[in-house]
């Protein structure tokens, strides 16, 4: 399409430049989240992830909110993703969807998280629920799709990613593992494809694993932000910041016409 609407989370518009840098924060305990959160504001990074399927108070909402709170006092202006990843997409949450939906909507309406992940393929009503709530609150969302078994073709990746943004998710994201890198071609291929010929909004892609070439091109064919990580990885292939965002300059200056 060519025309992509940008999204802007506090002072970080995702859409436009270079391709930014989400952080997450995995840790068990209130305690561990909060010194996560002061350690990585030494760094150079555009917003978390906090993934609160790994938090042990998940399954208590009121406790996901306070923990939250005093992580939006210690990131300041930060934006904030939460997200909640269930088992089925390889994350460490069990929870019936009721729960799901229930927790994602009091996290948006808490005003302390700027998006949210909501799993696109988590069932259509489902999904429209959440999404409804999530809008209706103010905040952004984040459709994703996680396969940790495998790629599906080309085809498959941009009719997810086209399914994210038609259940009007304000940034599509799809993470799949490669068997070969001729998966992580197909990723890419679709990126692109999906980028210029489908999107009106910012996408997120990637190839985990031994496909992190798909984390550091993002700017070249569509990606808008990639996963580095402090510490602890989220995901297989994350690597780290400083690195991070070495490559992506450089990437970016080779991409900025001189004059």
């Not at 989240?33 to 906090?50: G, H, N, P, Q, V």
């Not at 988590?122 to 495998?150: L, Q």
């Amino acid at each position: 399409m060519g025309n992509i609407q940008t999204v802007k989370l506090r002072n970080v518009e995702i859409g436009a430049g270079i391709p930014k840098i989400i952080v997450p924060i995995v840790a068990k305990t209130a305690e561990g989240i909060w010194d996560k959160a002061r350690e990585i504001l030494d760094y150079s990074f555009d917003f978390i992830e906090w993934r609160v399927d790994f938090y042990e108070d998940v399954p208590n909402p009121s406790k996901v909110l306070s923990t939250l709170k005093t992580l939006r006092s210690i990131l300041g202006e930060k934006p904030i993703l939460v997200t909640v990843r269930t088992k089925e997409e390889g994350g460490a949450a069990e929870m019936s969807l009721d729960a799901y939906t229930a927790l994602n909507t009091a996290v948006a309406q808490s005003g302390d998280a700027d998006i949210i992940d909501v799993q696109i393929f988590s069932g259509d009503d489902v999904v429209r629920k959440n999404i409804d709530a999530i809008h209706a609150a103010g905040c952004k969302v984040v459709g994703s799709y996680h396969s940790f078994s495998g790629t599906p073709d080309k085809t498959e990746m941009i009719q997810r990613m086209r399914k994210a943004q038609d259940m009007g998710a304000d940034i599509p994201k799809i993470a799949v593992m490669p068997q070969n890198m001729a998966d992580v071609v197909a990723l890419l291929d679709a990126t692109q494809e999906m980028h210029t010929k489908y999107a009106d909004r910012p996408i997120i892609t990637m190839s985990m694993g031994s496909g992190v070439i798909s984390r550091l091109c993002g700017e070249c064919l569509g990606s808008a932000a990639t996963f580095g990580m402090i510490g602890q990885a989220s995901a297989p292939g994350q690597i780290p910041t400083e690195q991070l965002s070495t490559v992506l300059s450089i990437l970016h200056q080779s991409l900025v016409p001189e004059g």
